[in-house]
Every structure is written in C-alpha cells, then in structure tokens.
C-alpha cells in the first residue's frame, strides 16, 4: 500500500451504528409477512433494499452486498446488508457491513464494488452520499468515493480507509457515485456514473497503480442522447466472441430515458453496448443500447468474474416507480437470480441463469411432449409457489396468435401470463390479471434468426412474488414482480387462436435457499 492517507472524518461510532441497523432489520422481520416473500431469491430479511454491491468470490465463499434501509420499506439513508454461500444454492445472513459514520457518507453509504488485489486481499470501493444543504435533496447531492477493507476472512467487520477520490464539484451536476475497479495489464482502472456539469450522462476513467491513489485519466464514455442526465452504476468489462476476439461491454442505468415504442418502458432503465477499448482511451461503442432485462422491474445490475473464468452478474428487482404491496409486509424489494454473461453464437450478450441453481430442484415432472388445441388449456400444476419450468415451442408445427403459460394462476382468475405472440413476433410477460402492481405488460424481441428457428426456448422461474423469464438460452429475460392473492397458485399451458405443439415441458419444485 501506498504511504497516501484517505480522508477520514469519523462522525458517529460505525459499530454502534451497525448495532441500530441490526435491531431495525430484527423489529421488521418480527411482523414480516411471508405471502410474497421469496423462497430462492436474496431479500433483506427486513426493511428496503436496492442496488447489489461488492459482489465477489473469497476465501470459499460467495459474498453478496446490497443497498439496505433497516428502518422502513421505503427508500432511505443506505447501508450495506450482507448474505454469503458456499455454492449458491444456500444463503446464510451476515452481520450489517456498513452503516453511514464518516462525514463524507453522512447521508447514505450508496452502491460500490469489491476486488481482490494482487496481494490475494479484498478492497471495497463505494460512494460516500450526503446532501449538500446538510438537510435534503432540495440543494443537490455532494458524492465521493471511499474505500474499505474487511479485518477477517468471513467480512464480518470492516474498516473504513475513507475518501480516495473527491468531487470536482464545479464541474459535476450532483450526482458522483458507484465506483467499479478492475485491472487491465499493469494498472488498475475505476470507473463511476457522472451527471456533468452541463447534466450529460458520463462515466469518468481514474487509474492507479497502488489501488489508493487515483487519478482521473478521461471520460470513458458519454450518452448519446441529451435526455439521459446519468449513468447509475456502471460496468465494464471484456468478453470474447465466438472467434476468441475480444470485446469490451459497456453497462449502465441510464437515468431520463425516454420511452420509445418497447423500449425504455420503465422509469429508468439499464443495458449495455457492445463496443472495443484500448486501455487508458474512450469506448469505442459498435452497437446500440440493448436492454439487459425487458421486464417490469430490472435496475442496477453489478457482476464480477470468477476464478473459473466465468461472468456472473446480478441485478435488483427495483419497485422504485410504484409503491409495491409488499412494502406493507416488512420488506420490500429482492435481486434477481445470478446470471452468467457470455456472447452468443449470435455475438450479442447472453445472460443464463448459473448452473449452481440446478441445486434448488426438489423433484421434477417430465410432461413431455404436448398438443393443445385452439382456445385449450391444460394444468400443469395446481399450485407451484416456487418452481422452475423448462418449455419448447415448436414454432413449425405451431398456429397460435398467443401460447405460453399462466402462471400465479388464482381461484379467482387471477394470472400472469408468458407468451409467445406471433404476431408481435416477441415473447410476452402480461400481468394485466395480476395483484399488487401497476400492471401492464412488457415484450422481448425475437430477432429474424429466432423467429426462422425451428424452436423457441422458455426457462421460466417462479418465486412467491415475482417471475423471471429466460428466452433462447438467456438472449432476452425478462423479470416483473407480481403478488398473488392466497390460496393455490396453479401453472396452466394455453394456446390462443390457433394449435400449440411444446416439443417438451418439465417442471422443477425448487426449495429455500436458507433465507426465508
């Protein structure tokens, strides 16, 4: 390590902050409902959570931060929640990591990274948050970037080595934060979402060679279109294509896109392109935004490789744009499955559920090959809180304007249905039947490779309160949250003006990754 000494303005006592947080999350999960409180996906076991952070694999275990408020389940000043596993299967909580006790985080210890160094030891990088009147967000924000070091193996404690990076505040428009570091041959690299002076969404490049002291090198990339004001935690790494070729992908969440057509549905929106760059330069950007996950509630994905040479990455099921019935529960909001990340035969960017996951299966019912009629419908399981489901569709053989499955199907005719639409030529996750929501539905594209195949491919995963969708080995997902009333929830196959032939369907009861 470098002599340089971060800036470090202690203001509260960190483990008697930690203590607070604690006996927040335990009052909520005291009285927490567990009608939609999921069986296999991270949750706080109390109060809101959002972004995932430090996600990384060390000393044996797999680490999973998150932006958790311990006092509500509404969003507020941040801390870190922790949960960590073995295999990826089954979770155990940890201890609260941090609680806002610098003057530079006063206000909130907003999203970061983790790396390992060449020395074998784990660094964490965040964004200290405050506001800049000392009162709310009506004077703007003040952002900097921090860093932390964990004192055990298990990162059941940390220190906090305070402010590596400070904000150039004549030259930023409030917003300053998420930091992701990496190492690219000799020098290390990071990374974090800017609104610049003139409110154009930015990513600002900083090296270093002793992880400590950073210097800004460039503007790494910036938004295309003027309405995007911010890129909320950004990502950045290598890929190679089918060929072995390497390409770099360029991830952020774009904050004031605008809607257009199916695109950019949601209230912010996250994605990436595909693109080259020589170490120390600019993106070079090849491709358009594509949209990570077409879904209802998908925001803030972080990944990290692994010592396997795979890519995993997570994401948060954000309900930020409306105000979710299980924030009535004693919690609110929950990540999505871990995703492995590869370029396709296709050379777009694939994301598939990890194989770990095939651990959660219980039993499975092979229902083999099935025809439907038009206007038919067949259970396929009369209540399947948390299941996964394989299907292919012959899109040959099949006539259908609409086909897929009902799932959360109520007594009530309560449902959400995914569906192939020929006429769209998409895959469709419609919840206009659904509880709990705003409603609406969301549409993932096929592009004409697909749509001339010989089949389509469905991976669906059911939880208590949401559904994810995996569409031709992992090209498009979508994830939307859905809370279904009591009682059965069954999973119904049905086929819309016109024949359905699913050349296979198999369903998987999946147990409780440990965190219920």
């Avoid at 035969?345 to 499975?364: C, S, Y």
């Avoid at 498009?476 to 369907?505: I, N």
């Amino acid at each position: 390590m470098s002599d340089f000494t971060p800036t470090l303005t202690p203001i509260a006592d960190h483990d008697a902050e930690l203590a607070k947080a604690e006996l927040g999350v335990a009052k909520l999960a005291a009285s927490r409902n567990d009608r939609w409180y999921p069986k296999f996906h991270i949750a706080s076991n109390g109060g809101w959570i959002n972004d995932p952070n430090g996600l990384c694999y060390y000393k044996g275990r797999w680490h999973v931060f998150y932006q958790l408020h311990p006092y509500g389940t509404e969003w507020g000043p941040m801390h870190w929640g922790h949960v960590s596993s073995e295999d990826m299967v089954t979770w155990r909580r940890e201890p609260i990591t941090m609680a806002p006790s610098l003057e530079q985080e006063k206000n909130g210890v907003f999203s970061g990274s983790a790396v390992i160094g060449d020395d074998g030891k784990l660094r964490f990088y965040y964004t200290g948050h405050r506001w800049a009147n000392g009162v709310d967000n009506t004077g703007g924000e003040w952002q900097v970037q921090l860093m932390a070091v964990p004192d055990d193996d298990e990162i059941t404690h940390v220190t906090k080595l305070g402010m590596i990076v400070d904000c150039p505040r004549e030259k930023v428009h409030w917003h300053f934060r998420d930091p992701k570091v990496w190492k690219t041959g000799d020098t290390w690299y990071m990374i974090h979402g800017v609104s610049s002076a003139d409110q154009r969404g930015q990513m600002w490049l900083y090296t270093s060679e002793d992880m400590v002291e950073w210097t800004f090198k460039t503007v790494l990339f910036e938004h295309p279109d003027p309405n995007v004001f911010m890129l909320e935690c950004p990502d950045f790494f290598p890929l190679k294509d089918k060929d072995g070729n390497e390409k770099w992908v360029i991830c952020f969440s774009a904050m004031g896109s605008k809607p257009n057509g199916f695109m950019n549905r949601n209230q912010n929106n996250a994605g990436y392109m595909i693109g080259t760059w020589e170490p120390g330069g600019r993106f070079q950007p090849e491709t358009e935004f594509r949209l990570w996950d077409w879904g209802h509630n998908y925001y803030a994905p972080q990944s990290f490789d692994t010592e396997d040479g795979r890519r995993i990455m997570y994401g948060w099921m954000s309900p930020f744009n409306y105000k979710y019935a299980m924030a009535d529960d004693g919690w609110c909001g929950q990540l999505t499955l871990p995703r492995e990340v590869f370029l396709g035969e296709d050379g777009d960017v694939h994301t598939v559920p990890v194989p770990e996951l095939a651990g959660l299966r219980e039993d499975t019912y092979d229902h083999g090959v099935i025809d439907l009629s038009a206007g038919e419908e067949r259970v396929l399981s009369d209540d399947a809180e948390a299941v996964e489901i394989e299907m292919a569709i012959d899109l040959k053989a099949t006539t259908a304007e609409r086909c897929g499955l009902k799932v959360h199907a109520t007594e009530d005719g309560g449902y959400v249905y995914v569906a192939y639409d020929a006429q769209l030529g998409r895959v469709v996750l419609d919840r206009q039947a659904g509880y709990g929501t705003d409603g609406g539905y969301r549409a993932a594209p096929l592009d004409a490779a697909e749509l001339a195949a010989d089949a389509l491919t469905l991976r669906v995963f059911v939880d208590r309160g949401s559904v994810e969708v995996y569409v031709n080995d992992g090209h498009q997902v979508l994830s939307s949250y859905d809370f279904p009333v009591e009682g059965p929830r069954a999973v119904k196959l049905v086929s819309e003006s016109g024949a359905l032939k699913a050349t296979g369907v198999t369903l998987h009861h999946l147990k409780s990754n440990g965190l219920e």
